[in-house]
């Protein structure tokens, strides 16, 4: 694939982002120079080809240059002949630039303000703060309205809309927006996960671990740290070094913590056992005899769960997506619970159901922190009773009398 030119931007950063997803959705090839930072920005080079002296920029291979993250994107965006990322029709461009300017004039300056006294290039001030997260919190209660019956923001298909306020609120998931910040903003999660779990998107911003704390501001030397409602310690400042616009550099993930589930006595039920007889055997009726005569459940529990917001769901290989960006969320849920997931019906008319072997007997922390949690609901189900038997074995073999619907897809997380 020819190269179109050079997109001047550090690797990790989300207005680099942008250019290079799209880049990914129409494949096309941008070079990316080695170690480009912020202070390149300032050079007499750059400056000559980019007086704004903003990242990133793009320069094309006839010498032409384009600045501005979001026209990049467009620009690329719009190489592909009918590429749906710009829209089908006027109606739906003129869309897609309501929310690029939404995010642009609205949503960003509210989290720079938020962002910046967190990254140390901003002295922290608490009045500020309050006022920049009162901001944050009335466009993303926006977003979260107009998400709750869409599954992106124009049409029914990702556009570049999608692209650049997700790649926007990359940093915010990872270091502003806590779980009690973020709680009542599920739509967006749910929007955030189903975008960032796209194979485009993974390839270019690969792995995103949500904040799971209150976010920690740089001090300065005589302002006292805001008391944090979660016990976890004070994290260090993420990054400490000041630079002259948020976002270039992203915190170090924090150390994983043990699981309280590796305390429980063990159980004769080998977890790993089941999931390679379950991948290497028919499912009825020899896994299911195998799942029988093993499970332990004491060790173990039951549970049946659906999403919350099945009604909504339209196309079901963006029901699919759903289950799928969940699981993603699930890594370190893998030891300890097998399930089985399905998409039951047709397009604008499906459910998400299924059903999970947990270790413990309670959903742990490993699956109740993912931040999609919150929309599916589980119920623990009584192993003994026949029916509830029955059906899983159908869930697990994805086929059987008690599915409510006809199956269009389904995910197995194992
Ligand atoms: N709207 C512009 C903003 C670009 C921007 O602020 N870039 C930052 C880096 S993320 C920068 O270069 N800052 C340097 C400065 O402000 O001097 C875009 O999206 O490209």
Redesign the pocket.
Known sequence: MASIGTLYAPKV?F?GYKARIVAEYNNVAVEMPADFD?AN?STAEYRAKFPV????GLELKDGSTV????AIAYYIAGLKENSPLVGRNHRECTEILQYIMFA?SDLMPALVNWLDPILGLRPYNKVAINESKENVGRFLTALNQILLTRTFLVGERLTLADVIVVCDLVLPYKIALSPEFRAPFKNVTRYFWTCINQPEFRKIIGDIKFLDQEPTYVMSKKEKAPKTKTAAPAKKAAVPAPA?????EEPKPEPKPKSKLDLLPPSPFNLEAWKRFYSNNDTKPDAMNYFWENYDPEGYSLWKMQFKYNPELTLTFMSANQIGGFFARLERARKYAFGSVLVLGQNNDNEIRGYFVIRGQEVPFEITDAPDYESYEFTKVDHTDPKIKEEVADYFAWEGPTLPREVADGKVFK
């Open positions: 950063n207005r912020y920005t002296g903003k990242l990133p600045f501005d993250s979001n642009e002259p616009a948020p976002a270039a």
